[in-house]
């Protein structure tokens, strides 16, 4: 990850762990944080997700799976 960060070692390790290389953020109880079970299928507010297509962080088609875990209305550009 060449992209500069600003967070302890052990803290990049498990992010880029549990974020990208599981992708455990996307399935359902399968992190637990502060003691609470993140589950994104009960976001219900409105969410606005913006992708660019040349983005290597975070391409649009991975972002566009996004709009199917989400409840509440989601606008994708």
């Avoid at 992209?3 to 109880?29: E, F, V």
Wanted: hydrophobic content about 40%; some cysteine.
């Amino acid at each position: 990850n060449a992209d500069s960060t600003r967070m302890p070692a052990a803290m990049h390790s498990y992010y880029l762990r549990n974020m990208y290389q599981k992708n455990l953020l996307a399935k359902p109880n399968a992190l637990k944080l502060a003691g609470q079970n993140i589950d994104l299928t009960r976001i219900t507010t409105p969410s606005f997700i913006l992708s660019c297509r040349e983005d290597h962080i975070a391409p649009w088609k991975s972002t566009y799976a996004a709009t199917q875990l989400y409840k509440g209305p989601v606008e994708f550009v």
